[in-house]
């Protein structure tokens, strides 16, 4: 595309020069010349361009033509594109491409004197740029469609191991589902972890990356919320494979019955939205409070995430007093660059009045509650709020996190941003340094370690914590 244009704006130039100053006999395909100091890759640039040129003179021949003139210049077009290849660098012509460059050169002499018509030549580039920009446009809306698709669709995989493990479960006597350690579910001097999810494997990277980087393992605490569809799959996996020392709880969001009635409400005031945000697992986190009452601290984790530092130093920061405490996200060049403004309709004088439009935002997916602060400040109700209004007047442009960022308005404290690293799903340009040093790297974005469109690169880091050998991931042909 870009050498479509680059072809277009010299061949337009050159014909308003030609035109007035050049002597009659000169002719047009010496519009481009070698020249004595030759930009980097500018041979690379040319030889695609004399393609492009050979293609628009061919575009003036009859359809049907079979002559001797036609037969050369197709001959030349696939002797310069197989001499050129995939090489992007002028470093990586070989002396046959300058070779065939040359023999171009004499076609698209011939080619000028049959098609003198500069004017003829400019059209049918523009026509040529115009088809070209509208198959881009088409293959990109496919891409994209193609992506999302494969982001919300499990894997077969995926759907086996759960389907192995229910089987495995519904087989087991009642007494047989405990998990150990239950005791120690509501003890406020422990680490308490939140993870809502309905993707097995994914809790189990989770749940493993952060007790084998916690000093006290012992002491930590998972409350792992699913849906009742999930739930035997999730509580045979981690009966089969129990976290060491550490407890972890299993539970069906639909055992939380005041639950179920205020999502209802809170689907009504949602409709038309994307349902990857609207899902009920997508908006529990604000009811951490009244889910877990008595529990005064809690660290929420996306099952996107892989942990790599202990987490457990998390209790020990002071973060003045606010309720969440979260990495910010509004650092100018950065993929992951996120302001209020972008995200939420500050035309609306309800939202200017509250909010101030240039507040940096924060990541969600490692978060620190102080559940405590929490039901001082009552959030919850500001969040229904917030939810409530959005539901009458068009405020926002994405699910629950720009509902996030206005509930938890001036009540966050930014952390040190080597705690949570976001990008692994959507940014290739993630540097190993920036992994590395990150406690928590996060694989927001469409692109999963657990489906074949994730960037391959990021995945060994989820990898290492997936028991590839495990029978059922062997079963469900599950591998790196």
Same mark, same amino acid.
């Given at each position: 595309?870009?050498?479509?244009?680059?072809?277009?704006?010299?061949?337009?130039?050159?014909?308003?020069?030609?035109?007035? /100053?050049? +002597?009659?006999?000169?002719?047009? /395909?010496? /519009?481009?010349? /070698?020249?004595?100091?030759? +930009? =980097?890759?500018?041979?690379?640039?040319?030889?695609?361009?004399?393609?492009?040129?050979?293609?628009?003179?061919?575009?003036?021949?009859?359809?049907?033509?079979?002559? &001797?003139?036609?037969?050369?210049?197709?001959?030349?077009?696939?002797?310069?594109?197989?001499?050129?290849?995939?090489?992007?660098?002028?470093?990586?012509?070989?002396?046959?491409?300058?070779?065939?460059?040359?023999?171009?050169?004499?076609?698209?002499?011939?080619?000028?004197?049959?098609?003198?018509?500069?004017?003829?030549?400019?059209?049918?580039?523009?026509?040529?740029?115009?088809?070209?920009?509208?198959?881009?446009? !088409?293959?990109?809306?496919?891409?994209?469609?193609?992506? *999302?698709?494969?982001?919300?669709?499990?894997?077969?995989?995926? &759907?086996?191991?759960?389907?192995?493990?229910?089987?495995?479960?519904?087989?087991?006597? +009642?007494?047989?589902?405990? =998990?150990?350690?239950?005791?120690?579910?509501?003890?406020?001097?422990?680490?308490?972890?939140?993870?809502?999810?309905?993707?097995?494997?994914?809790?189990?990277?989770?749940?493993?990356?952060?007790?084998?980087?916690?000093?006290?393992?012992?002491?930590?605490?998972?409350?792992?919320?699913?849906?009742?569809?999930?739930?035997?799959?999730?509580?045979?996996?981690? =009966?089969?494979? +129990?976290?060491?020392?550490?407890?972890?709880?299993? *539970? !069906?969001?639909?055992?939380?019955?005041?639950?179920?009635?205020?999502?209802?409400?809170?689907? *009504?005031?949602?409709?038309?939205?994307?349902?990857?945000?609207?899902?009920?697992?997508?908006?529990?986190?604000?009811?951490?409070?009244?889910?877990?009452?008595?529990?005064?601290?809690?660290?929420?984790?996306?099952?996107?995430?892989?942990?790599?530092?202990?987490?457990?130093?998390?209790?020990?920061?002071?973060?003045?007093?606010?309720?969440?405490?979260?990495?910010?996200?509004?650092?100018?060049?950065?993929?992951?660059?996120?302001?209020?403004?972008?995200?939420?309709?500050?035309?609306?004088?309800?939202?200017?009045?509250?909010?101030?439009?240039?507040?940096?935002?924060?990541?969600?997916?490692?978060?620190?509650?102080?559940?405590?602060?929490?039901?001082?400040?009552?959030?919850?109700?500001?969040?229904?709020?917030?939810?409530?209004?959005?539901?009458?007047?068009?405020?926002?442009?994405?699910?629950?996190?720009?509902?996030?960022?206005?509930?938890?308005?001036?009540?966050? &404290?930014?952390?040190?941003?080597?705690?949570?690293?976001?990008?692994?799903?959507?940014?290739?340009?993630?540097?190993?340094?920036?992994?590395?040093?990150?406690?928590?790297? &996060?694989?927001?974005?469409?692109?999963?370690?657990?489906?074949?469109?994730?960037?391959?690169?990021?995945?060994?880091?989820?990898?290492?914590?997936? !028991?590839?050998?495990?029978?059922?991931?062997?079963?469900?042909? =599950?591998?790196?």
């Amino acid at each position: 595309m870009r050498m479509i244009g680059y072809t277009k704006q010299r061949t337009l130039t050159y014909c308003k020069t030609m035109e007035k /100053s050049r +002597p009659k006999g000169v002719q047009l /395909s010496r /519009s481009i010349q /070698s020249h004595p100091r030759r +930009p =980097l890759d500018e041979k690379v640039k040319e030889m695609k361009d004399k393609v492009i040129r050979a293609k628009a003179y061919l575009s003036f021949a009859p359809p049907d033509s079979n002559s &001797h003139f036609v037969k050369e210049i197709k001959l030349r077009i696939k002797e310069l594109e197989r001499a050129m290849g995939d090489v992007t660098k002028d470093s990586g012509l070989s002396r046959r491409a300058s070779q065939k460059m040359k023999a171009m050169d004499g076609t698209l002499l011939k080619a000028s004197r049959i098609y003198p018509d500069c004017s003829a030549m400019v059209n049918t580039l523009r026509a040529m740029t115009y088809n070209a920009e509208e198959q881009l446009r !088409s293959q990109r809306d496919q891409t994209s469609f193609l992506v *999302q698709l494969a982001a919300r669709t499990t894997p077969k995989g995926l &759907h086996c191991l759960s389907m192995q493990l229910t089987t495995e479960y519904l087989a087991l006597q +009642p007494e047989e589902w405990k =998990l150990s350690n239950q005791h120690k579910l509501q003890d406020p001097d422990l680490y308490h972890f939140a993870v809502f999810s309905d993707n097995v494997l994914a809790c189990s990277v989770v749940v493993d990356s952060t007790v084998s980087t916690s000093k006290d393992p012992e002491k930590i605490v998972f409350h792992i919320v699913t849906d009742s569809l999930n739930l035997p799959a999730m509580s045979m996996w981690f =009966l089969m494979n +129990p976290p060491g020392k550490a407890t972890v709880q299993i *539970q !069906s969001i639909d055992s939380f019955e005041w639950l179920s009635t205020k999502y209802n409400e809170d689907q *009504q005031k949602q409709k038309g939205l994307d349902p990857r945000f609207t899902s009920p697992l997508n908006h529990l986190r604000f009811y951490l409070p009244d889910m877990f009452p008595s529990v005064n601290k809690i660290v929420f984790l996306d099952h996107d995430v892989v942990v790599q530092k202990d987490l457990t130093r998390l209790w020990h920061i002071n973060i003045n007093g606010k309720v969440n405490g979260a990495v910010e996200t509004c650092v100018e060049g950065e993929p992951s660059f996120r302001r209020m403004d972008m995200f939420i309709n500050f035309t609306d004088p309800s939202v200017a009045t509250r909010l101030d439009a240039n507040t940096c935002t924060w990541a969600f997916g490692m978060n620190v509650f102080d559940l405590q602060e929490w039901r001082k400040q009552n959030l919850t109700t500001l969040y229904h709020k917030y939810l409530e209004l959005g539901s009458k007047r068009p405020l926002l442009k994405a699910g629950s996190l720009p509902i996030g960022w206005m509930t938890f308005h001036k009540h966050t &404290h930014g952390l040190e941003r080597t705690w949570h690293l976001l990008g692994l799903g959507y940014d290739s340009g993630v540097t190993r340094a920036q992994i590395e040093q990150a406690a928590v790297i &996060h694989y927001d974005g469409v692109m999963k370690p657990w489906l074949d469109i994730g960037i391959q690169k990021y995945k060994s880091y989820w990898n290492k914590h997936v !028991s590839y050998e495990h029978p059922y991931l062997q079963q469900c042909n =599950l591998h790196e």
